[in-house]
């Protein structure tokens, strides 16, 4: 089967981030790899002009495929995908809900599932003494994600490209262990991958994703709840494939849901180390196939990603 992994960074759409070219390069490198071994043919795009127009001819070209993109580029992407091919990750329509941060936490706090409280300005600027987190209502990475404490929100909202607040959201501050979750879905099925250990790092205001360990032992009744969660998330939001749900563990154990990507996410590249299955054999079984049970995937070692 000849197959296209579709990354956005490496296929020119963000030439910006060495980081996130860095992250790119990983998880292109770790899918192509795990397809290569299962017999399969790789395609992808490289240094594009026109990363979309790439995307549209190569998925043309091939049997399957999977698109990783940010979030405002990841519905239009998928639904090119999904018109030339058979997509292996989530439906577009799953990821229009998904990459959209307000419209996801509105529906998971609907169905009882915590997570951070969106808040207004007015709140902040009431609340000199209160953290506070600000990120684009569409984005990744902890791109442009910054901490408030009321003292000129609305100017802290200036480091953003656009920064009207339609795209931009503010929650509440959770102290707490940064954590997520790595599920593949398949049609009839959910199957838990691993919890993974996220570095966050501050930098002034800003908070920065600067990489992680896989798997993250938080002790049993923890990563109990984490899996039941996860799972009810991927369920209600019709995910498919690899999908990556990011948690804060609050310090009185409570986990809030903080974001849900609909795509392979960077502790992808651990996980391909440390599980007992070829994970990619996992995202084309979820298609195509059955999952394995849950009791018979296990993961031996620790892999540990720095992009510090």
């Known amino acids: 089967m000849r197959i296209l992994v579709a990354e956005y960074a490496v296929g020119g759409g963000d030439g910006k981030s060495v980081s996130l070219l860095r992250e790119g390069k990983a998880m292109l490198s770790t899918l192509k790899s795990g397809f290569e071994r299962m017999g399969h043919e790789v395609i992808y795009p490289e240094a594009e002009t026109d990363f979309e127009a790439a995307v549209d001819k190569l998925s043309k070209e091939s049997d399957a495929g999977i698109i990783i993109a940010p979030d405002d580029e990841l519905c239009t992407l998928t639904e090119l995908l999904e018109s030339n091919t058979v997509n292996l990750g989530c439906p577009s329509s ?103 250990k996220q570095f966050i790092r501050t930098e002034g205001e800003r908070l920065r994703y600067a990489g992680g360990f896989v798997p993250y032992f938080i002790g049993r009744e923890a990563e109990s709840e984490i899996t039941r969660i996860s799972r009810k998330v991927v369920t209600m939001l019709h995910c498919r494939g690899y999908v990556g749900i990011d948690f804060v563990l609050g310090e009185d154990g409570t986990a809030y849901v903080v974001d849900v990507n609909p795509r392979p996410t960077t502790s992808i590249v651990g996980i391909a180390k440390v599980l007992n299955y070829e994970v990619t054999d996992l995202i084309l079984r979820a298609k195509f196939g059955t999952l394995p049970i849950a009791e018979d995937v296990k993961t031996e070692g620790r892999f540990v990603f720095d992009l510090s």
């Open 94 to 196: 799953s990821v229009k809900i998904c990459t959209d941060k307000m419209l996801t936490s509105k529906i998971l706090s609907e169905e009882g599932i915590l997570v951070p409280r969106i808040v207004s300005v007015e709140e902040v600027e009431r609340n000199e003494e209160q953290r506070y987190v600000s990120k684009p209502r569409y984005g990744c990475a902890s791109e442009n994600v910054f901490i408030l404490n009321g003292k000129k929100p609305r100017e802290a909202l200036s480091f953003y490209d656009n920064d009207s607040l339609d795209y931009n959201i503010i929650t509440e501050f959770i102290t707490g262990d940064d954590i997520s979750s790595s599920i593949i879905v398949g049609n009839s099925s959910v199957l838990p991958l691993t919890i993974n």
